[in-house]
């Protein structure tokens, strides 16, 4: 059937593509390819997929065409909160289509739809636009979503729901249904989950029905079950995944282990969170007499549990990957596996597939081999309590294996940089939170040499296993990360020129190298550093070895995380199968549609991670507000605009706004051409770069901002400001 599918799909772009092709709807289109009334499903079937894929578009009358034809594109929306969209394209490399707000119609974030191109961009630039394609939505292929989460709220006529997400513009009008189809009858201010009815007119607001009431808002958990609910997280195994989980044996069994190598004896620790409570990698280094070293990285081996069609595979299939929330871990496996056989804890056996790389003294890989073993832990180390050993001269075993550790993955890190590689790497910042959930302190978390010595032997596993697995044509799923759009990269070099940096060709990956070296440390660093990111693609999975641009390796997969990722489970098979040397097409299919489904579920979990470490941070701030104790926090400012000052409060990773009107110690003048405000009696400046120290003044939930006001001396004793000694609080030491 799927022959005759692609042979179906063929035979209608022929059709279309024939010079002398006039608009046909479906039944002419059947009639002309000869397809009878019993094959009719079929044509419906493929002319869907065409029509889903942009490779035809539907016209008036349910009319069949070519979408270059008509000036049509298909692909993905992205609405930004101000109303106005983009819209990503099905086919790779063509540029994003600009989506007036007035031209959305019904249509909402992450819907699949068809829009009409309205100006080109010469045109556009030609007006004084911003260069862009333009487009106006047509059709709606595919909503995203059939529900969403919001506040209840009433007007004196009716009740409405605010949606959660700010990039759902609209409200949604609902009837509060009668008791007995809700347990609990929601009241205004409730967290509620709304089903959207077909909405047809942009003129009219969307109505839906309340199919769950999750609680007041301000009650503890409901803002993290909100965030649940709204990216559709699972919050439950199924009992046939748990009843097969509950087979597996708590401990390794001498009968586990055979085949298997022996490094029991072995010296391998492994270094995590603080508040980690799995542990999917370890790790242990030796030098070699003459110069060099031996790396040995061993991860769980999940697929010693996890059997393919299995109930637990189907379900991590599913998942995808764990989702880690600031106030729990959604799981991709039920705890008797992932915090408990496949865990790595100290003192236990445990299975593993370790990596073991051979290292010239001057960083090159001299050989590589891999196996099915088992470890024994010999400790668990923290990030900070590795840290402090490398702080400080070894004297004994673990503190010496450390430090040649770090000799080794120093060695890694400088080499990777000298090859090309971009230093993209973020600070953390980790939201604690009390008994009850709420936040109490917000921690910023350095990329310091006890996380580089864990991540360049990952690194280095994962490009090990790649260019294995590519070098005896295996198939398997890569991470790959590929070169980005020249005009995205121009865009990104006149953001960068606008912060009057100098700065030349982007497109070479040296330049791009010395422009991140020159922002280490400055107060625009995190802006600039975001905007490029966004210049670039974004990483995914892939069943072809397409490289990382970011990384700047050729060969580069997933191995070291198989407890919270399915695309590291699938490498694990992958890798166990080097003698077998075929494997069929249907295999290879699997794969791609495997890449695809987890890099779906890779970015719905980074966005709700995002969402709720944002939603947390913003509770904080509005605590402190009702306590009326705000706390004075490091800021720099990293924009001027006419209405205020963008900054960037670096300790808790935040970006917020000074208004223009909170500056009441004079009247201030805006200056675009130097981007700074002046003070006209005081001469006091406010220019991109300076430090200042600011004070939560408003928070605006709904929309995601956080308003501040600068502390000076009799600011904070005016407006009851908390010290700036007591700053110290937010920062990790």
């Not at 034809?69 to 930004?80: C, F, I, M, N, Q």
Request: aromatic share 6%; with cysteine.
């Amino acid at each position: 059937m799927k022959s005759e599918n692609d042979q179906l799909r063929q035979q209608i772009l022929r059709l279309l593509s024939a010079p002398k092709y006039r608009p046909l709807d479906k039944a002419e289109l059947g009639k002309a390819l000869g397809r009878k009334s019993g094959v009719r499903m079929g044509l419906n079937e493929v002319l869907r997929q065409l029509e889903q894929s942009g490779e035809i578009a539907r016209i008036r009358k349910n009319r069949y065409v070519l979408p270059s034809e008509a000036d049509l594109v298909t692909g993905k929306l992205h609405v930004h909160q101000a109303g106005y969209a983009f819209l990503t394209r099905e086919k790779p490399g063509e540029q994003d289509l600009f989506i007036a707000a007035e031209n959305t119609g019904t249509a909402m974030h992450g819907d699949k739809v068809v829009a009409r191109i309205t100006r080109d961009e010469p045109y556009s630039r030609a007006r004084g636009g911003h260069g862009r394609t333009e487009g106006r939505i047509i059709r709606i292929l595919e909503r995203a979503h059939d529900s969403l989460v919001g506040t209840l709220e009433q007007s004196k006529n009716f009740f409405y729901v605010v949606p959660d997400d700010p990039r759902i513009v609209h409200n949604v009008y609902v009837q509060i249904p009668p008791q007995p189809p809700l347990p609990t009858r929601p009241n205004r201010g409730d967290k509620v989950v709304v089903r959207l009815e077909p909405w047809e007119s942009r003129h009219v607001n969307p109505e839906g029905q309340i199919i769950e009431v999750l609680g007041p808002s301000s009650a503890p958990g409901v803002d993290m079950l909100s965030i649940i609910r709204k990216y559709h997280l699972p919050t439950q195994f199924p009992r046939n995944v748990l009843e097969e989980a509950e087979t597996i044996p708590e401990t390794v069994g001498e009968d586990m282990l055979e085949g298997r190598e022996d490094l029991r004896d072995q010296f391998i620790v492994t270094i995590d969170p603080d508040d980690a409570r799995d542990f999917d990698d370890a790790i242990n280094v030796e030098r070699l007499p003459g110069g060099g070293w031996r790396l040995g990285v061993h991860i769980a081996d999940v697929a010693a549990y996890v059997k393919p069609g299995a109930a637990l595979d189907r379900e991590a299939y599913q998942r995808g990957n764990s989702v880690y929330l600031p106030d729990r871990v959604i799981p991709m496996l039920p705890e008797r596996l992932s915090n408990g056989v496949c865990s790595l804890k100290p003192g236990v056996n445990r299975l593993t597939h370790s990596a073991f790389i051979e290292f010239t003294k001057d960083g090159r890989t001299k050989s590589c081999r891999f196996a099915r073993t088992v470890i024994r832990s010999a400790r668990r180390l923290t990030y900070r309590e590795a840290y402090a050993i490398l702080q400080s001269p070894p004297n004994d075993q673990l503190s010496e294996r450390l430090h040649v550790a770090w000799e080794l993955a120093s060695f890694l890190r400088k080499k990777r940089f000298q090859q090309g590689s971009l230093d993209l790497d973020f600070p953390e910042v980790k939201v604690r939170l009390d008994d009850e959930g709420k936040p109490i302190l917000l921690e910023r978390i350095e990329n310091d040499e006890s996380h580089q010595l864990v991540e360049e032997f990952m690194l280095a596993a994962n490009e090990a296993v790649a260019r294995e697995l590519k070098n005896r044509s295996i198939p398997a799923i890569y991470r790959v990360h590929e070169n980005p759009d020249l005009e995205k990269l121009a865009e990104y070099r006149e953001l960068v020129l606008s912060y009057n940096y100098k700065v030349g060709d982007v497109t070479n990956r040296a330049e791009l190298q010395r422009l991140l070296a020159s922002l280490r440390g400055k107060p625009e660093e995190q802006a600039l550093k975001i905007g490029l990111l966004k210049s670039l693609k974004r990483a995914r999975y892939a069943p072809q070895p397409l490289g990382h641009y970011g990384l700047a390796k050729t060969n580069y997969t997933h191995f070291t995380s198989p407890i919270r990722r399915y695309a590291d489970l699938v490498v694990h098979r992958s890798l166990a199968e080097l003698e077998q040397t075929r494997r069929s097409r249907a295999d290879m299919g699997q794969l791609a549609s495997t890449a695809e489904h987890i890099s779906i579920t890779e970015r719905v979990a980074a966005e709700a991670e995002m969402d709720s470490v944002k939603m947390k941070k913003l509770e904080f701030f509005q605590r402190q507000l009702e306590a009326r104790d705000p706390q004075i926090f490091r800021a720099a400012i990293i924009d001027v605009r006419n209405y205020g000052l963008l900054v960037e409060l670096p300790d808790v990773l935040l970006t917020g706004l000074v208004h223009v009107s909170s500056l009441k110690d004079d009247f201030y003048v805006f200056h675009p051409t130097q981007r700074r405000f002046i003070g006209r009696l005081s001469r006091r400046r406010f220019s991109v770069g300076d430090q200042l120290r600011v004070f939560v003044a408003r928070v605006d939930v709904f929309k995601r901002q956080v308003d501040f006001a600068i502390a000076d001396e009799t600011a904070s004793k005016r407006d009851g400001a908390r010290p700036s000694t007591r700053d110290k609080r937010v920062r990790r030491n």
